[in-house]
């Protein structure tokens, strides 16, 4: 049965972005597999864009915004997980997680990496930090690995042992397949999640001052401040590609109107700029500069990962300046 939309006016859109997503993703690893260096070039930023748009899509199916019946959502939300990597987690688990991002209004963690990292070795640490500085994110890629190893790290988890092992031999058997047909293009695609990770991480590095809380595996957020909408919405921030032209967010879909998806979460992605701009004045606080942002986003690398918090945003042009930034808040990880 052909699924429906939620809202009439959302048919189109979603058509056209499902459609650049699911066609859009083979052929750029078809264009990795060519001997031609500007067809590996697109083929990178065409396979690393459509799987930042199958993670957005992703985050759309997880709230519920596109098709109109729970169970269509998630048979979509699961096939955004196989394109993005993401599979490991069922789809229900990273919607939960999410989920209680919105309920709880704090970033709840997969992980706490800052204890993980300062309990393992020194070498370790400084492995990461290495890794890091060189622009890999290796905190992603100890979020995804906890996730993949936490059934056979916990006994009462043995159940999702035989899930885990099928994805893992059926995305094994691809990349052989990928390599074997060519061996650059095994990296190439390895370039381009790279990319889609870094696109990711931007984006939810400077959405929020929350604090986080690894309380996936039970627990409860501490009752020590007052949690609410207006605490929500003076912690959370709209980083805009380019408040000028609207148009260039559309890179990132929509995401960065962030302040409007928390104000109306069921808000699907192509409905986010009109009410952004029926919600918040022209120079709202919470807007941030994407200039000043990239920038922090390569200044603050190696301070984004071993700072205890956030850092704080302050006032004026410049407001930006202190705001190190989230790391390993990414809703493609849940346990």
Sequence with gaps: MVPSFRVPEGRLPNLLVLSYTLLGYPAGVALLLQPALWANVVGVLLTAHTMVYAAYMLHEFAHG????????????????????????????????????????????????YHAVLHGAPRWVFRLVLALEWAWIPAVEFIMHGYVMLLPFLRPERKSERPRLLLILAIRGAAFTALFMARPAALALYALAYLLMLHVLRFGDAYQHTYDGFAVLEGGDIPDDKVRDRAYEQLNTYSNLLSVDRPWLNLLMLNFTYHNAHHEKPMVAWHALPKLHAELFPTEYRQV????????????????????????EVGDGPDRAARFLGAVGVSFLTAV
């Design 65 to 112: 915004a596109i098709f109109r019946t729970p169970a269509d959502n998630q048979r979509w939300g699961v096939l955004m997980t196989w394109i993005t990597g993401s599979c490991y987690a069922p789809f229900a688990a990273l919607r939960h997680k999410h989920m209680r991002h919105h309920v709880d209004r704090a970033d709840v963690l997969t992980l706490d």
């Design 288 to 311: 941030l500069p994407f200039g000043a942002l990239i920038r922090g986003y390569h200044r603050d690398r190696l301070a984004r990962i071993t700072s205890a918090d956030y850092g």
